[in-house]
């Protein structure tokens, strides 16, 4: 159960921009202030919550204070709750089914294809990523669920991210091998995953 029916991420280009415009979202509206920081490249994300006019209007100031230094946003009215888990960090692990993953040049551009996916099938999200280390600005998810409603998703968040001019790349896996399932399952950030030894391997 989502806490609150809005959510909105705002990416600044610099650091400096995205935190004047922070706070003077928090000082327009009452609203929850979810997470916040910097990410890679350099770049500064904030993620807040609230009833749908409050977020609104602290979206709409934080994209005026922000300016020319807003890379990209979404505001989501009616957030889906797995997207909205997924923005603050939650994993699903990884079950039986076809898997698709999305890669985008921005983080918001991605949570806003998510949305989409996930409003328009009945696949999982196993993951989204927000440009944490190692990404290099970029946001990636993964999806699962029965192969024509991953194709379905694909295309929902293909068309979105065509409509709205982003660079993206994706790919499905019709029946991933069940030993990346569990790495995916429990870590996709490589220096994090531990070794895993296959049977049948050789020396």
């Known amino acids: 159960m989502k806490p609150f029916p809005a ?17 003077a979202m928090l000082k327009k509206a009452p609203i929850a202030f979810l997470k916040n920081g910097t990410i890679t490249r350099g770049r500064y994300l904030t993620v807040v ?14 994209l005026y204070w922000g300016g020319q230094a807003v890379i990209d946003r979404v505001f989501l009215p009616d957030v889906h709750p797995d997207v909205f888990d997924a923005m603050l960090g939650k994993r699903h692990r990884s079950k039986d089914g076809a898997w698709a993953i999305v890669e985008t040049n921005s983080v918001a551009a991605n949570v806003r294809a998510a949305e989409a996916a996930l409003k328009g099938t009945p696949v999982n999200l196993i993951e989204l990523r927000l440009a944490d280390d190692g990404l290099a600005g970029k946001g990636f998810s993964i999806y699962e669920g029965e192969l024509h409603d991953i194709e379905a998703a694909v295309d929902i968040a293909s068309a979105f991210l065509q409509r709205a001019g982003v660079a993206f790349s994706h790919r499905i896996l019709t029946s991933p091998h069940e030993a990346l399932g569990r790495q995916i399952s429990a870590n996709t950030r490589f220096h994090e995953v531990e070794a895993l030894a296959l049977e049948g391997e050789t020396h």
């Open 49 to 62: 919550g609230g009833s749908t006019a409050s977020v609104e209007e602290a979206f709409a100031e934080g």
């Open 7 to 23: 959510v909105a991420m705002i990416e600044f280009l610099d650091i400096p921009s995205g935190i004047q415009a922070t706070d």
